[in-house]
């Protein structure tokens, strides 16, 4: 049974803290209703790995605590229409440049369905 989407929910990974604010109001502008704001740290399969080998899951878990690498900022908000969705893609890449740059950002959206108490 395919379900069409009531709405969507957009995840935007920002690595790079000085994108945080024109990403947020270049979302905001588009005319999302609000967006949460989550601080992250993320660890690479690579520096896992690596870690595990030399150490123990302990070690990699407090690698994320005392990680040189600063936190990422993940933004997301719910959005109805897959118009806005492609309006807000559009967005993200001019805000950002070169989307391809792993530094940058990572986005994509997932299809919800009963979706309720959105704001419009």
């Not at 790995?49 to 040189?68: D, I, P, Q």
Request: glycine fraction near 8%; charged fraction near 20%; charge should be negative.
């Amino acid at each position: 049974m395919v379900v069409n989407p009531e709405g969507y929910a957009l995840f935007v990974i920002v690595r790079d803290p000085d994108l945080l604010e024109p990403l947020l109001a270049t979302v905001m502008e588009a005319g999302v209703s609000g967006v949460t704001i989550f601080s992250t740290r993320g660890i690479s399969q690579a520096k896992f790995h690596r870690t595990v080998s030399e150490f123990s899951v302990a070690a990699v878990l407090s690698s994320l605590f005392v990680s040189e690498k600063h936190e990422s900022k993940v933004l997301t908000c719910l959005v109805r229409g897959e118009g806005l969705i492609d309006e807000l893609g559009r967005r993200i890449k001019e805000a950002v440049g070169d989307i391809e740059s792993p530094e940058n950002v990572i986005y994509f959206a997932v299809p919800i369905t009963h979706l309720h108490g959105l704001q419009e």
